[in-house]
């Protein structure tokens, strides 16, 4: 049985680079000719049976994100949707896409596959765009029509802009509700936090209003309705191994020679040498590490402290050996204002996910 339950697949094709993103993409000089028939789809396929031996029967959550996957054009995701299909059993699987919202991306996705869709709107403000650097302007038909083809959609929205204040924010969001929309994330504009006086005002705003509607914070910069929750984003953050497919992609999946060791990878970002390597039965790895305990727990940390559920001390005991409670004491009583400690659960309290970075980096091994 595979300890893998999550498959990331990575399409980094993009026409406009906007300065706030720090993913990885390629710019169309580079992936235009990989859209012709269906040549994307042929490596990613060969790249994942190369993982033939891991790969898991019934996944949990199956995410092809980018860049704007679309871009790859309909003969390459109908080519790979249905790979996918033959491949894993996928009764109650997760399916999502990532899409801006142009419509003539939704043209290209088929529908059939995916049971989700994450749209890339930033913000509905053109003043808030503009500040952004963000060229693409959300269609208005394009959330109506995500609306027809879709009952699971999530909408990334940026807040904290310079120049902006807390009613872009409150009006990006009653749009996104008008449309039904079960899941937003919310991220602040990096940079700006201690800058912008307004962040902690847009930061309640967006948790007065999403609560009125039924829609609760389960992560720093997640929202969802009751059993809309990401459940690929989930298994990042409770620590799941994962796989991960396609130029620039990073997996963590388990190391054979130890029955707790996570072995973390990153594929070629240069879609030639991730090509080459593909078509000669290789694994595209650029990078790869086999964590230490220190560094596993470190990222347990991290990783659960950005949700509502927040970290075991007992698991952290059980797994990494390692006395939570008499370690960290200090910084425990340092930081008491912002922690719910309860049993052997610790987790951050509202006014603590704000100062999320300065209070997790005290409790890490080095």
Same mark, same amino acid.
């Given at each position: 049985m595979s300890l893998i339950k999550h498959i990331?697949?990575?399409?980094?094709?993009? $026409? $406009?680079?906007c300065r706030f993103c720090n993913f990885f993409k390629l710019p169309p000089a580079q992936w235009l000719p990989f859209t012709r028939s269906s040549k994307l789809a042929g490596?990613?396929?060969?790249?994942?049976?190369?993982?033939?031996?891991?790969?898991?029967?019934n996944p949990v959550s199956i995410y092809t994100g980018g860049g704007t996957p679309a871009l790859s054009g309909k003969n390459n995701l109908k080519t790979l949707t249905a790979f996918l299909k033959e491949q894993f059993c996928l009764t109650n699987t997760?399916?999502?896409?990532?899409?801006?919202?142009?419509?003539? &991306?939704?043209? $290209?996705?088929?529908?059939?596959?995916?049971?989700r869709i994450s749209i890339g709107i930033q913000s509905f403000s053109p003043q808030a765009l503009h500040k952004l650097g963000r060229k693409i302007r959300p269609e208005r038909a394009f959330l109506k029509n995500a609306?027809?083809?879709?009952?699971?959609?999530?909408?990334?929205?940026?807040? &904290?802009?310079?120049?902006?204040?807390?009613?872009?924010?409150? &009006?990006d969001l009653l749009k996104c509700l008008h449309y039904n929309v079960k899941h937003l994330s919310c991220y602040t504009l990096e940079g700006f936090k201690n800058d912008n006086k307004y962040f902690k005002t847009e930061y309640n705003t967006i948790l007065t209003i999403l609560k009125k509607n039924n829609i609760k914070q389960y992560e720093i910069s997640n929202y969802a309705a009751p059993g809309f929750e990401c459940r690929h984003n989930l298994g990042y953050?409770?620590?799941?191994?994962?796989?991960?497919?396609?130029?620039?992609?990073?997996?963590?999946?388990?190391y054979p020679r130890s029955s707790d060791g996570v072995i973390r990878y990153r594929n070629y970002r240069d879609i030639n040498k991730y090509q080459n390597a593909v078509n000669n039965g290789r694994v595209p790895c650029a990078k790869c590490k086999v964590l230490t305990r220190?560094?596993?727990f470190n990222e347990y940390v991290l990783t659960g402290l950005r949700t509502v559920n927040g970290i075991s001390t007992a698991y952290i005991k059980q797994k990494y050996s390692i006395d939570f409670m008499k370690e960290f004491k200090n910084h425990l009583?340092?930081?008491?204002?912002?922690?719910?400690?309860?049993?052997?659960?610790?987790?951050l309290l509202k006014n603590g996910f704000l100062y999320y970075n300065s209070i997790v980096s005290n409790f890490m091994k080095i």
């Open positions: 990331y697949i990575s399409i980094p094709f993009c $026409n $406009n680079f490596l990613l396929q060969k790249e994942m049976l190369l993982y033939k031996k891991i790969l898991p029967q997760e399916t999502t896409i990532e899409a801006n919202p142009v419509c003539k &991306n939704l043209e $290209n996705i088929p529908d059939s596959f995916f049971n609306a027809a083809s879709y009952k699971n959609i999530s909408v990334d929205l940026i807040y &904290n802009i310079p120049g902006t204040g807390p009613e872009v924010i409150k &009006n953050w409770q620590y799941n191994y994962f796989l991960g497919i396609g130029p620039g992609a990073c997996g963590s999946i388990p220190s560094e596993q009583d340092k930081f008491r204002d912002s922690l719910c400690i309860k049993g052997d659960k610790i987790k």
